[in-house]
């Protein structure tokens, strides 16, 4: 928590780029919302008389909607990528700033290539923390806080089908991302050792070559760089079967929606146009 405290204050100079961001990002979801409700009503409006008129009324003002969204869209990744660029520059710049500070005994204690892997490889993950992340969290609020009572609104019991398989889902996520996480940790720990290795071989080129030392060099450089290979494919693997398990863990509920919505459509207890636009709110939760 102390870090992330400590993180936290690397956002005060761009507060007013972080709400903006935000802003933004809300305004992209209320007006993609906006599409399945103008599409649900336009199924059943033109169920009951269709008129050129009608179509071109509701196929304009999705597009408008759609273009507003797009527009927000854009201009949140603008904003907040770019602020996450800016955070970026700044840990870096005390990063250096700390190295220059510290004693010598230090830098004895602690292998340049690590140093070096830190500067570049972990600094980059976490602007993928300032940007990216902070932008896909609050889209994922903001659309939960906004389609779940819309979904409520048309039926209750048909939303609550939703929530069947979720429990596998959280353990599914659960298990597979801390398998993820643990794996992710340990090959940035390597990719410090192959930075450390290959910085030890240009700053002792010379000695290298003077003992004949290339061949072994090369083939030792080549065993950690395989090494390396084989722990991020192992790390694919295990990121190749989550997401198809989620994915068919989520399709089981939406099943079971379709199901039941469908019986519902046909009894009269929903309309065909209120049974789409729940479908089109269920994809954008999904």
Same mark, same amino acid.
């Given at each position: 928590?102390?870090?992330?405290?400590?993180?936290?204050?690397?956002?005060?100079?761009?507060?007013?780029?972080?709400? /903006?961001?935000?802003?933004?990002?809300?305004?992209?979801?209320?007006?993609?919302?906006?599409?399945?409700?103008?599409?649900?009503?336009?199924?059943?409006?033109?169920?009951?008389?269709?008129?050129?008129?009608?179509?071109?009324?509701?196929?304009?003002?999705?597009?408008?909607?759609?273009?507003?969204?797009? /527009?927000?869209?854009?201009?949140?990744?603008?904003?907040?990528?770019?602020?996450?660029?800016?955070?970026?520059?700044?840990?870096?710049?005390?990063?250096?700033?700390?190295?220059?500070?510290?004693?010598?005994?230090?830098?004895?204690?602690?292998?340049?290539?690590?140093?070096?892997?830190?500067?570049?490889?972990?600094?980059?993950?976490?602007?993928?923390?300032?940007?990216?992340?902070?932008?896909?969290?609050?889209?994922?609020?903001?659309?939960?806080?906004?389609?779940?009572?819309?979904?409520?609104?048309?039926?209750?019991?048909?939303?609550?089908?939703?929530?069947?398989?979720?429990?596998? /889902?959280?353990?599914?996520?659960?298990?597979?991302?801390?398998?993820?996480?643990?794996?992710?940790?340990?090959?940035?720990?390597?990719?410090?050792?192959?930075?450390?290795?290959?910085?030890?071989?240009?700053?002792?080129?010379?000695?290298?070559?003077?003992?004949?030392?290339?061949?072994?060099?090369?083939?030792?450089?080549?065993?950690?760089?395989?090494?390396?290979?084989?722990?991020?494919?192992?790390?694919?693997?295990?990121?190749?079967?989550?997401?198809?398990?989620?994915?068919?863990?989520?399709?089981?509920?939406?099943?079971?929606?379709?199901?039941?919505?469908?019986?519902?459509?046909?009894?009269?207890?929903?309309?065909?146009?209120?049974?789409?636009?729940?479908?089109?709110?269920?994809?954008?939760?999904?």
């Amino acid at each position: 928590m102390g870090d992330l405290k400590k993180f936290a204050r690397y956002f005060r100079p761009y507060k007013t780029s972080l709400t /903006v961001g935000i802003l933004c990002i809300f305004l992209s979801v209320v007006s993609g919302l906006l599409v399945p409700l103008y599409v649900g009503r336009a199924v059943d409006d033109l169920r009951a008389d269709v008129t050129w008129r009608k179509i071109t009324g509701y196929a304009l003002t999705i597009l408008g909607v759609s273009a507003v969204s797009g /527009v927000f869209l854009f201009l949140q990744r603008h904003i907040l990528i770019g602020m996450s660029r800016h955070v970026e520059y700044d840990l870096r710049q005390d990063f250096f700033a700390h190295l220059q500070r510290l004693p010598v005994s230090f830098f004895h204690e602690h292998r340049t290539g690590d140093l070096m892997a830190r500067a570049t490889n972990d600094l980059a993950a976490v602007r993928q923390l300032a940007g990216p992340m902070v932008m896909y969290t609050m889209q994922t609020v903001f659309v939960v806080l906004i389609v779940l009572p819309l979904m409520l609104r048309i039926n209750v019991r048909l939303t609550l089908l939703l929530f069947v398989t979720m429990p596998l /889902v959280s353990l599914t996520v659960k298990f597979f991302g801390q398998q993820v996480h643990v794996r992710f940790e340990k090959i940035q720990e390597f990719f410090s050792r192959i930075s450390a290795r290959a910085q030890e071989n240009f700053s002792g080129v010379r000695v290298v070559r003077a003992y004949a030392q290339e061949g072994p060099e090369i083939a030792a450089f080549k065993q950690l760089n395989r090494e390396y290979a084989d722990r991020n494919l192992h790390l694919v693997r295990i990121s190749a079967v989550m997401r198809p398990l989620i994915q068919f863990l989520i399709g089981l509920g939406q099943v079971l929606i379709l199901w039941y919505g469908g019986l519902l459509a046909i009894r009269g207890a929903i309309t065909p146009g209120e049974f789409v636009e729940l479908n089109l709110y269920l994809m954008r939760l999904i």
